[in-house]
T-cell receptor, first 113, second 113 residues
């Protein structure tokens, strides 16, 4: 496809379960970002990849959050032992290179019961 | 620490009017200032962006005004249309740090017909 694709669009999990969120960036885009958007708030940075290298993970809120991009294309954000405060929309963005505009996917809405 | 402050939180204008949204930033190292538009259930979409070497940039009905000394920038939407009703986010980044975006809190714009 032409844009950033995220799946699933919606995810409901019980507190304590592990979840995995997928991001397919625009083909050829080197840079990939994950953001967390709480209801009624602006997105907040989580982590950044350049190809397969995770260059910045300073925004990950705890060690329960883990992201990977093993082949420099598709990325997965994993949240272990989910808690209610993890409920949010998780947005993925990609850019051709680090100093080019970021293009966002439509996000995964995660609800923790 | 809120590095980018956005106002107003919500804005209602009549069709054909001018919508003005303001942002202020704290980090003088920021050197890229984009505005994003977000519709419900969708990811943010880049509208227009500016760098500190210019004071104004216009693209169609959208204009960014930038005041480096005051550390402020604003979005003007001319001839506002009902289709412009959305949430608008300002953002800022330091391109030397991989372009991670710091977003404002958002402004919900409603344009009445």
């Amino acid at each position: 496809g032409a844009g950033v694709s995220q799946s699933p669009r919606y995810k409901v999990a019980k507190r304590g379960q592990d979840v995995a969120l997928r991001c397919d960036p625009i083909s050829g885009h080197v840079s990939l970002f994950w953001y967390q958007q709480a209801l009624g708030q602006g997105p907040e940075f989580l982590t950044y990849f350049q190809n397969e290298a995770q260059l910045d993970k300073s925004g990950l809120p705890s060690d329960r959050f883990f992201a990977e991009r093993p082949e420099g294309s598709v990325s997965t954000l994993k949240i272990q032992r989910t808690q209610q405060e993890d409920s949010a929309v998780y947005l993925c963005a990609s850019s051709l290179v680090w100093d080019q505009p970021q293009h966002f996917g439509d996000g995964t809405r995660l609800s923790i019961l | 620490q809120q590095q980018v402050k956005q106002s107003p939180q919500s804005l209602i204008v009549q069709k054909g009017g001018i919508s003005i949204i303001n942002c202020a930033y704290e980090n003088t190292a920021f050197d890229y200032f984009p505005w994003y538009q977000q519709f419900p259930g969708k990811g943010p979409a880049l509208l227009i962006a500016i760098r500190p070497d210019v004071s104004e940039k216009k693209e169609g009905r959208f204009t960014i005004s930038f005041n480096k000394s005051a550390k402020q920038f604003s979005l003007h939407i001319m001839d506002s249309q009902p289709g412009d009703s959305a949430t608008y986010f300002c953002a800022a980044s330091r391109e030397t740090s991989g372009s991670r975006l710091t977003f404002g809190e958002g402004t919900q714009l409603t344009v009445n017909p």
